[in-house]
């Protein structure tokens, strides 16, 4: 893999963690997050009109994946209602890989070499004992982090077919962002009502500008997967746990126990194999 997808996608990492920790700071997630993707819509709208439409081989793949993202954000939602970022950010994120390295086998027909599998095996076991209190899983949220692990593991793959279908990276990625947020705020209306919705509140700017960083993010991400493969990409993706444990380390007065070090050399260690 180039060194320079490399860095990419670490960066990617970077600003996932950091929307990850403004969504789960703030006071009303579901209104948060359905802000965010009203940013997501706007940008994705207007960044759609100056490209040409992507391949109509990739059109399903686009819809299929904004419906998962939907669901993605609801099941995220809900995992950081009930549990701590500390614990279900990693089961989530740390789950996915193996499920994206084996699900683009099948449906894309991807070879995954020794090497590139011990990478992938190294960072999602080290993510997951992140979620570990001494020796024993304790989650609240677990089934609703594990659900969220498999929605980023079909929307990873389904982009990942898709993009490579669309002819265009940047015009896939608008179009099926544009998707995505516009089929959040009725979800929304459904589970509360519109006027909840549209009543000015604190936290509009922040909630806004997190939509902004996760479009970036996720972008990086689908350019990546043209040049590299899904589970690789997949897996120096989901490092982003290292940058959350530092947020909460440096920015939430988090802990940042011997555990969370060894495991953060672990993952350091199945980037470098990967990469």
């Known amino acids: 893999m180039p060194v320079y997808i490399i860095s990419l996608i670490l960066f990617a990492a970077l600003l996932h963690a950091s929307w990850n920790a403004l969504l789960r700071g703030g006071a009303d ?29 990739s059109w399903i793949y686009a819809l299929l994946s904004a419906a998962l993202h939907v669901g993605y954000n609801l099941f995220l939602v809900r995992s950081y209602q009930v549990g701590d970022l500390g614990q279900t950010y990693p089961i989530a994120r740390g789950s996915s890989p193996i499920l994206i390295a084996i699900a683009a086998a099948v449906f894309a027909g991807e070879r995954v070499e020794i090497s590139t599998l011990l990478g992938i095996i190294l960072v999602s ?3 997951i004992s992140l979620a570990f209190k001494g020796r024993k899983l304790s989650a609240p949220g677990l089934p609703y982090a594990l659900g969220t692990g498999c929605f980023i593991a079909a929307y990873s793959v389904t982009d990942g077919i898709g993009v490579r279908l669309a002819g265009d990276p940047m015009a896939y990625t608008a179009w099926m962002s544009a998707l995505w947020g516009i089929m959040m705020p009725p979800v929304y209306v459904a589970l509360r009502d519109a006027k909840s919705l549209l009543t000015p509140r604190p936290g509009f700017v922040t909630a806004f ?31 982003s746990v290292l940058f959350a444990a530092l947020i909460g380390y440096f920015f939430l007065g988090e802990r940042l126990s011997v555990r969370k070090l060894l495991a953060c050399m672990v993952i350091a260690v199945g980037t470098v194999i990967i990469g």
């Open 29 to 57: 997630r579901l209104w948060s997050m359905t802000i965010m993707c009203v940013a997501v819509a706007l940008v994705s709208v207007i960044i759609a009109l100056f490209l040409p439409p992507p391949a109509k081989a």
């Open 125 to 127: 076991g080290a993510i």
């Open 209 to 239: 500008a997190g939509g902004l960083v996760s479009l970036l993010a996720y972008g990086i991400v689908i350019y990546a997967m043209t040049h590299a493969p899904m589970g690789a990409v997949s897996a120096l993706r989901e490092t």
